[in-house]
């Protein structure tokens, strides 16, 4: 079983739309979580954090259900510049340098 | 602030070549990855050093792979001999420690 998964998409939304990636994990100990992007031809970036309690960063709120193994990322009112893969990252439990990267979901929002 | 430097940006070479990968990290980040990302198999991570001490190289694929770690603000990745199916992009990145990681801009690999 791998460590992170995701829905590879693509999500294809319209301007404005609302979208939703999960990612599930495997370790229940892990301790810390991220959602990166990367645009096409480039490198991954940090996009935000994601705290036990949630949180929000502008259009884009990051939650974390630890029962459930999940995390989430919400985009709200999506523009075409949010066209991009969005990974999913966890770290793994004893080893809080040691990061497991997602397959990545792809999204595309479309005019 | 600079960010992560790799180079070369791209290289073309014949299997068989040895290829040599370059990576200059954050300054004050003590953790540095090497990953392999291709369309089939995604973003994996190959090595990683924690103060310059190789910590993890399960990712590695094979003895033709090697890494490096000298200093502080160096590293390399070397593949000798180099084959068709090392063809991908490869990345490094750097961390303080547990923190979320920088990525260089990768360096494109084509082996022929």
């Known amino acids: 079983r791998k460590e992170v998964e995701q829905d590879p998409g693509p999500f294809n939304v319209p301007e404005g739309a609302t979208v939703a990636f999960n990612c599930t994990y495997s370790?229940?100990?892990?301790?810390?979580f991220f959602w990166y992007r990367q645009d096409c031809r480039k490198e991954p970036k940090l996009l935000m954090s994601?705290?036990?309690s949630g949180n929000e960063d502008g259009r884009f709120t990051a939650q974390l259900n630890r029962a459930s193994q999940y995390i989430s990322l919400l985009i709200r009112d999506s523009k075409l510049s949010d066209s991009a893969t969005y990974l999913c990252?966890?770290?793994?439990?004893?080893?809080?340098?040691?990061?497991?990267f997602g397959s990545g979901t792809k999204l595309n929002v479309k005019p | 602030d600079a960010g992560v430097i790799q180079s070369p940006r791209h290289e073309v070479t014949e299997m068989g070549q040895e290829v040599t990968l370059r990576c200059k990290p954050i300054?004050?980040?003590?953790?540095l990855f090497w990953y392999r990302q291709t369309m089939m198999r995604g973003l994996e991570l190959l090595i990683y050093?924690?103060?310059?001490?190789?910590?993890?190289d399960s990712g590695m694929p094979e003895d033709r792979f090697s890494a490096k770690m000298p200093n502080a603000s160096f590293s390399t990745l070397k593949i000798q001999p180099s084959e068709p199916r090392d063809s991908a992009v490869y990345f490094c990145?750097?961390?303080?420690?547990?923190?979320?990681?920088?990525f260089g801009d990768g360096t494109r690999l084509s082996i022929l």
């Open positions: 990145a750097s961390s303080p420690n547990g923190q979320p990681q920088h």
């Open positions: 370790n229940s100990a892990s301790q810390s």
């Open positions: 994601v705290y036990s």
């Open positions: 990252v966890v770290n793994g439990a004893g080893n809080f340098n040691k990061f497991y």
């Open positions: 300054s004050g980040h003590n953790s």
């Open positions: 050093f924690n103060n310059n001490v190789p910590i993890d």
